[in-house]
């Protein structure tokens, strides 16, 4: 069983749309969760942290559920420019990532 | 700004080949790490390292190895490639202390093993 799965799209929206990713981990243990974006051809990059309070970072909101060990990512008002992949990260600790394979968005004009 | 650079963002090597592939990151950063990233598989860290001269195995080292002889400089060597070693190698850095810090990725080179 993977360490994290993801639904991998792709999410095609119109701009405006309001999207949600999930993610799921298989380890209860785990510690740290992240969604990092990764553009086509590009490197992955930090998007946020995932709090068990849940957290908002402008148009983000990230979510996470400990008892069902799955994560959420809401993106509302989506731009052309959110079109990229999203990564699910776990961390089980010490500097350790476990990725998810991505979830592929496209908004479209 | 952190920056992570490459060696090369294209290489095609020949079967049987060694492979270098080279990571610099001018943050002083402790932590550096080498993953490769394929379709469907996500990204799977291959080996990291928490200081000068100091290795880790991740899940996937069989058929790598790789060097830490400078605290900014982060070697990942193939010793014979393999046409399954074709990937996107990633190379990131980050910050001392425990728990989760923010890892900073290089751009990725682009590996052909014909």
């Known amino acids: 069983r993977k360490e994290v799965e993801q639904d991998p799209g792709p999410f095609n929206v119109p701009e405006g749309a309001t999207v949600a990713f999930n993610c799921t981990y298989s380890n209860s243990a785990s510690q740290s969760f992240f969604w990092y974006r990764q553009d086509c051809r590009k490197e992955p990059k930090l998007l946020m942290s995932?709090?068990?309070s849940g957290n908002e970072d402008g148009r983000f909101t990230a979510q996470l559920n400990r008892a069902s060990q799955y994560i959420s990512l809401l993106i509302r008002d989506s731009k052309l420019s959110d079109s990229a992949t999203y990564l699910c990260?776990?961390?089980?600790?010490?500097?350790?990532?476990?990725f998810g394979t991505g979830t592929r968005l496209t908004v479209i004009p | 700004d952190v920056k992570v650079t490459q060696s090369s963002r294209y290489l095609v090597k020949r079967t049987g080949e060694k492979v270098f592939l080279e990571c610099v990151q001018d943050?002083?950063?402790?932590?550096m790490f080498w993953y490769r990233q394929d379709p469907g598989l996500g990204l799977r860290l291959i080996y990291f390292?928490?200081?000068?001269?100091?290795?880790e195995k991740g899940d996937i080292p069989e058929g790598y190895s790789v060097s830490r002889e400078k605290k900014e400089r982060f070697s990942l060597i193939l010793e014979s490639a393999s046409t399954n070693q074709t990937s996107m190698y990633l190379c990131?850095?980050?910050?001392?202390?425990?728990?989760?810090?923010?890892?900073?990725f290089g751009p990725g080179t682009r590996l052909t093993v014909l």
């Open positions: 943050m002083d950063h402790e932590n």
């Open positions: 990260v776990v961390s089980p600790g010490a500097n350790n990532l476990f």
């Open positions: 390292s928490y200081d000068v001269k100091m290795k």
């Open positions: 995932v709090y068990s």
């Open positions: 990131a850095s980050s910050p001392p202390g425990t728990g989760y810090n923010e890892q900073f």
